[in-house]
């Protein structure tokens, strides 16, 4: 009886290191930014010099083209380590995934610093149906301090104009969410963003510095009164499952970069799986590596240098916790 379950369950792994979609997909349009926040990656020039990130703009003809032969895709991420209204184009990418009924989304976040009126048109327009602004703070003083050469009049004014425009076209979406990092020096002012937050027709949330050593927050009452938890580690060991769960993301939204890598997930920036435009998605997903990287992270094969996962500080905590069985809920939960 004990192995006949063990076969069930290694069948059960099997099948879900070779379960792949390319439906929901992950795809960066820009990773440049203008701010300099200091534990970002892309802030501190990171990714410009030494990452597989690098610094650049999603090719408009590329995208066509991954478009063209891709027409699967029902859902794309736009956002991930850059600040992607600083895309020239941005607006006919908003177009020509719309004309594809493709759903876009700006989850992984935005500055909101720069955001010219056509483009404030074009998110209403197009249907983007979310959209997450990263606003640490109710007052210039505290918010510089981290988002470093931002300024949050104007972010607020750019809110106020995606607000304008969905009131002009009578339409719900974009639905706009506010996301609180909490820090040290912001802590004092999270009941006052959140009333701004409900003023602009937006949703609050409040976030844990994934650094808390930096910018520590002095009263971590108030995290625990208003998370439950005092901090990322308090959640990931009481609750046994990542705070942010980015492995998922190979099997339910696999992340490319703007120059057409194939990352996996939107925590990768030590190397990639290939080139999407170039080798195409789908063979792609269904590499030798990347199923290799799928069974690492499920625990059936040991580590290998060649996947980005060994370089990952997030590889050993996956090792130690129930993840296969944590997967097949979210996949089941998603409808997968
Ligand atoms: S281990 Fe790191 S790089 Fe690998 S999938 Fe998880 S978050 Fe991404």
Partial sequence: MKNWNWNLFSQKRKN?????????????????????????????????????????????????????????????????????????????????????????TILNGTNLNYLPDRVAEALVKYQVVK?????DGASQQSYQQYRVGGNLEKVLNHIRKI?????????????????????????????????????????FKLKFNYSPK????????????????????????????FYSPACFQLWTAPQINWDGKLLGCCVNYFGDFGN??????????????????????????????DIPCVQCKRYEKVLQMPFCEQLEAHLKARQF
């Fill in 16 to 104: 879900l290191s070779l379960w792949w979609q390319s439906k929901h997909l992950r795809l960066e349009i820009s990773s440049k930014c203008q701010l300099k926040c200091p534990l970002c990656f892309t802030g501190t020039g990171y990714h410009r010099k030494y990452s597989a990130i690098g610094w650049g703009n999603l090719d408009i003809e590329q995208f066509r083209d991954f478009l063209e032969k891709n027409p699967q895709i029902q859902s794309l991420e736009l956002s991930n380590y850059g600040e992607l209204f600083l895309h020239p184009q941005i607006e006919k990418i908003l177009r020509m995934a719309y004309e594809k009924n493709i759903q876009l």
């Fill in 276 to 305: 999407v435009f170039q080798e195409g998605l789908e063979n792609l997903l269904q590499s030798e590596r990347y199923i290799y990287a799928k069974k690492m992270l499920l625990g059936e094969v040991p580590a290998r240098s």
């Fill in 131 to 135: 959209i997450k602004v990263s606003i």
């Fill in 163 to 203: 607000n304008f425009y969905k009131e002009k076209y009578q339409s719900r979406y974009p639905k706009l969410k506010w996301q609180f990092i909490v820090f040290g020096h912001n802590e004092h002012e999270i009941e006052k963003a959140q009333a701004l937050a409900q003023e602009l027709q937006m949703s």
């Fill in 214 to 241: 930096k910018f520590p927050v002095r009263n971590r009452q108030i995290l625990a009164q208003k998370m439950g938890y005092a901090d990322i580690t308090e959640f990931e060991e009481k609750n046994q499952i």
